[in-house]
């Protein structure tokens, strides 16, 4: 297991002169990095991948905006925007050497009303008919679309676990997967622990959020059954804090952000890590540098670290998780 950092605590947009933030991070003691591409001509991936690799920092996801005009469900041209913005950032992951495309890949953020049975059908239907063509796309690059669920607040299209799986399912794609987040989890599921375990095999990606948006640990969110629940599925891919504050006033007001969360923003990404590794049982390390660019025209995902059990746990009760 690899633990990771957004990048939207600390920028937005993500430009190519951003990479200076790599050392940070690293020096924080982070495995991973993930970038949201607001827009793709922002980034240079060869520069991109050169820079991790200096800091000795994984690229482990590229996190897709779907903002006004991509919604694979919408009009004609908007999922026409919204595919072929896809299918760059596809293009722009394997060029980076970063194995997975995560996030809200359906629809634009912060769509949502009343959607009649018939409507929803026919959105279904275009996700899926347009996920399937993209999913063919990243299969060929050698990398994974990593689905994220959302709260009622930001989407009607996909709140939960269960409805998560039933659009992977429909994809039938090896390579489509189920992000959780703990903040939407935290609003639409009655018991985290369970939609994990219900995920399983499918969860290709997960987002430890604080339910303030803060850091995550220092909470109200029961976190041992989470940090269980991954364990027995056997859940070794990354782990990343998604946070957000006032600094960075575009995602503030997207997120609605209106107060500190700590007094520095630092402290969320390194309290953060520090809970991590603490409610996981693991301790602070230094990551590998990432490897260098394989020559297979398919990118090559980095090999998580693997976890380490707390010394004196027992092994996983089979009672199930207590519900919140």
């Known amino acids: 297991m690899r633990f990771g950092i957004n990048s939207f605590l600390f920028v937005s947009p993500f430009k190519t002169e951003s990479v200076k933030l790599f050392k940070k991070f690293k020096s924080w003691g982070f495995d991973t990095v993930e970038i949201p591409v607001e827009a793709p001509e922002h980034v240079d991936p060869a520069v991109l991948k050169s820079a991790a690799e200096a800091a000795g920092i994984a690229i482990g996801s590229v996190c897709a905006c779907m903002g006004p005009g991509r919604d694979l469900r919408g009009t004609t041209a908007e999922q026409k925007t919204g595919f072929q913005y896809i299918r760059t950032l596809i293009d722009q992951a394997a060029a980076m050497g970063c194995p997975r495309i995560i996030g809200p890949l359906y629809s634009v953020v912060g769509k949502r009303g009343p959607v009649s049975p018939v409507d929803q059908k026919k959105e279904f239907a275009a996700v899926v008919k347009n996920l399937k063509a993209l999913a063919k796309h990243a299969a060929d690059k050698g990398v994974e679309l990593v689905v994220e669920p959302l709260n009622r607040f930001e989407t009607d299209f996909l709140n939960t676990c269960d409805q998560g799986l039933k659009l992977i399912k429909a994809v039938g794609a090896k390579n489509v997967k189920l992000h959780l987040d703990t903040f939407h989890m935290n609003i639409e599921e009655k018991n985290q622990a369970a939609a994990i375990r219900k995920a399983g095999k499918h969860l290709g990606h997960f987002h430890a959020c604080g339910t303030d948006r803060g850091t ?66 693991t301790s602070a390390r230094k990551s590998k540098p990432a490897a260098k660019a394989a020559t297979h025209p398919k990118a090559q995902p980095a090999k998580a670290l693997k976890s380490v059990k707390p010394l004196g746990t027992s092994k996983p009760a089979k009672k199930t998780a207590r519900r919140k």
């Open 216 to 281: 995550p640990g220092n909470d109200s969110l029961d976190w041992a059954p989470i940090v269980k629940a991954l364990r027995e599925i056997g859940y070794d891919q990354d782990v990343v804090i998604e946070s957000f504050t006032q600094d960075v006033k575009v995602i503030a007001a997207a997120a609605a952000i209106w107060r500190k969360m700590e007094p520095k923003r630092d402290d969320i990404a390194v309290k953060g890590l520090a809970n991590m590794h603490r409610l996981f049982g």
